[in-house]
């Protein structure tokens, strides 16, 4: 076997087993200059008219899997080339013990069919001689190119081991004014590159191996150079620090050991201590500075708030990676600060029971909470405590400069160890948590304790927590299971308890928290009239036991509401396999009784489709015929795991056309484009990440009822024309009243003010004790003609003095309508 060969068989065999496990040529720059580099790729254009050839190197010793690497770097060059003959050219030449013509720069006229041609070029195999392949070059020229009237690129892709001699050939070629870019493969020689590439040599030089990175560089230079304008105007060359690594053999003295030479002239064998060695294969290292285009990105303003990753989407896009408690807002901002007048009191167990990570736990926490709920204008005035056997209060409430100063306070808060005496630390904080203002009934702001707690208490709890309330405290716990039973007795509900199953589950819950400060009971909004109805996805996709939690939410969600005939009415339709009522509005007189009920509603299974199930409630659940009362707002909220509702958006709409007001609560790994679709112009839409996390989202579903009651607006449909609050009584009761003029003939309607403050709508007129009543008369309607929206319509009622205000559009009433009043006292 040749010399030559052999050296080539064994430096393969050497090599073939080294992985590439790093690059060998790195820029140094933060995660988001790496990003921009990235998102310049995609805004680089070249245009101008030039020739490009790709000389790749199809050698052993290259490899087939770093010759797809190159053929892919130059498919991702393409890209931001303008293909075509008047503009840019490209070809393609392969090599290795001899050049092979791939295709001339003449061949094709688009992007397509060029990179098409790439992909399918085949690795050729062979020894490495670059210096063959650039004499070919100076004695062809560029096949299929414009000789010198356009800039001619040459861009070789090889890891620099050629078998011949190259300096010389490259040196004519850029001599004839040809740009060469030296692009190394696999392990590559970095001198034989830098003779290669023309200068300036540190920006002809790049790896194929980061193809990303060295097409920006190539572009990159070809600005620069001003071959051609690649990038918009705000976008940048510059330069950054960057290393390149060989990877080289040495030698490395390991030790000696004893060895034996025979002696000149002697036959005597000489012992010694003879050095040996041990070659190593290492990566040597050589910086360098790499110039790349960067443009202006979405993320150069810092967006991202409170701690949050900016991760950019092409040039002005971006999306923000937050923290757990400020995930699902915008930019990692919080929607609402503590915007109520109240003072706050955190009290952190720092016992042996509690451990020094729990009590980490609870100072993390504390510290995000007032990161996303404190700003400048906040009216909240916070305080910290802590404590074993004994409280000690750090930051008494409000004695703060700032909030970053409030958060440094909270750092140097020690870990005390010692027994868990909680009750003992309430009545501390009754007495003296709060200062020792006198201040009292509607000068004193709402006063609050948050315990924070993963240990049980040693000492009595039920007496210290009765005391605190006593003194107008309100108190909530935050912690894990194990202590859930003793917080809802310490504050008294089990409303009033935060439970977190670990460290990012505890974070979850400052927003709940957030609203549990500042939320306040809403008198008379459960004790106001509303027929009420509630649609289970009792299908396959949610499956027995979810749905049995659907039940447990439904069943908690009623028990704030007065269920009788005169104000809340309730019923309950579940969807799966069919539709089946479990039982209609007017079904259960009592609260006891549709708990009961809703209890005993049946899991169907099969396939669900909420559409039906939608329809279903139009015809034959939200009907006068079936207990719907006309003149009471109505409301279905419907809760579903998000399969079976691409057929709900025309259904929905219709209920709500209808007056009835619908919320969509959506659970788990919903479809979130059809639910948005149902959502409605109110954006009555609430996302559930599980059924376990339905429990924390009552608030806000009793929130968007008490919504519902206030709302007034006007609808049109054949069966009945528009709902409004209608009349203010002498004694100031709210009423409200359907207008129903579907009849064929006159239809009177009376809108009576009761002392009992429950408003009602009669069908002709009744006498009330206030001794007010109005009465309408709509004649004559043809058949099938609706009353058109009237506008604002409101009737104000003074002492028993009537005065009627009737704001009309611009468009008068059709003729067939004659409007007349009667007022009897």
Known sequence: MPSFLLLEVLFIFLFSGVRQSHPLQEVHVSRETTGKISAANKMMQCSAAVDVLFLIDGSHSVGKRSFERSKHFAIMVCDALDINPERVRVGALQFSSAPRLEFRLDSFSSQQEVKAKIKRMVFKGGRTDTGLALKYLLRKGFPGGRNASVPQILVVSTDGRSQGQVATPAEQLKERGVTIFAVGVRFPRWEELHTLASEPKEQHVLMAEQAEDATNGLLSTLSKSAVCTVASPDCKVQPHPCERKTLETVRELVGSAPCWRGSRGTDAVLAALCPFSSWKRVFVTHPATCYRTTCPGACDSQPCQNGGTCVPEG???????????????????????????????????????????GFLRAKAFVKRFL???????????????????????AVPVG????????LRSLDGL?????????????????????????????????????????????????????????RELLL????????????????GSPKRVLVHAGPQDLFHRIPELRRKLCSRPRPGCQAQSLDLLFMLDASASVGPENFAQMQSFVRSLMLPFDVNPDVTQVGLVVYGSRVQTAFGLDTHLTRAAVLRATSQAPYLGGMGSAGTALLHVYD??????????????????????????????????????????????????????????LAGPRDSLIHVASYADLRYHQDALLEWVCAVRKHCEFYEDSRFTFTRRAARCPDTTQLSCLITPWSLSERHLTKSCE???????????????????????????APATTLPALGNCDRLLTGLSVALLVALPSLPLPSSWRKHLAITS
């Open 476 to 491: 909530l716990g935050v912690g894990t299971d194990a202590v859930r039973a003793e917080l809802e007795e310490i504050t």
């Open 399 to 406: 004695e703060y400069r700032d909030v970053p100063a409030l």
């Open 414 to 470: 020690p870990f005390g160890g010692g027994a868990t005496l909680t009750g003992h630390a309430l009545r501390q904080a009754a007495d003296h948590g709060f200062g020792s203002t006198t201040r009292t009934g509607q000068d004193r702001p709402r006063r609050v304790v948050v315990l924070l707690t993963e240990s049980p208490s040693q000492d009595e709890v039920a007496g210290p927590a009765r005391y605190a309330r006593t």
């Open 620 to 677: 034959k659940v939200m009907t006068v015929q079936r207990g719907a009362r006309p003149g009471v707002p109505k409301a279905v909220v419907l809760l579903t795991g998000g399969m079976g509702v691409e057929d709900a958006a025309v259904p929905i709409q219709k209920l709500r056309n209808n007056g009835v007001s619908a919320l969509v609560v959506g659970v788990g790994p919903v479809l979130r484009e059809a639910l948005r679709r």
């Open 315 to 357: 040039r002005d896009r971006y999306h923000c990676v937050c923290p757990p408690a400020f995930g699902g807002e915008a930019n990692c901002a919080p929607k609402l600060s503590l915007e109520c007048r109240i003072d706050v009191l955190f009290l952190l167990a720092s016992s042996a029971g509690t451990t020094p990570e």
């Open 371 to 393: 990161q996303a709920s404190l700003s400048e204008d906040s009216r909240a005035r916070v305080g910290v405590a802590w404590y074993s056997r004994e409280l000690a209060l």
């Open 755 to 781: 002392r009992s403050r429950t408003p009602s709508c009669f069908s002709s007129p009744v006498p009330s004790p206030a001794g007010v009543s109005i009465s309408f008369t709509w004649a004559p309607l």
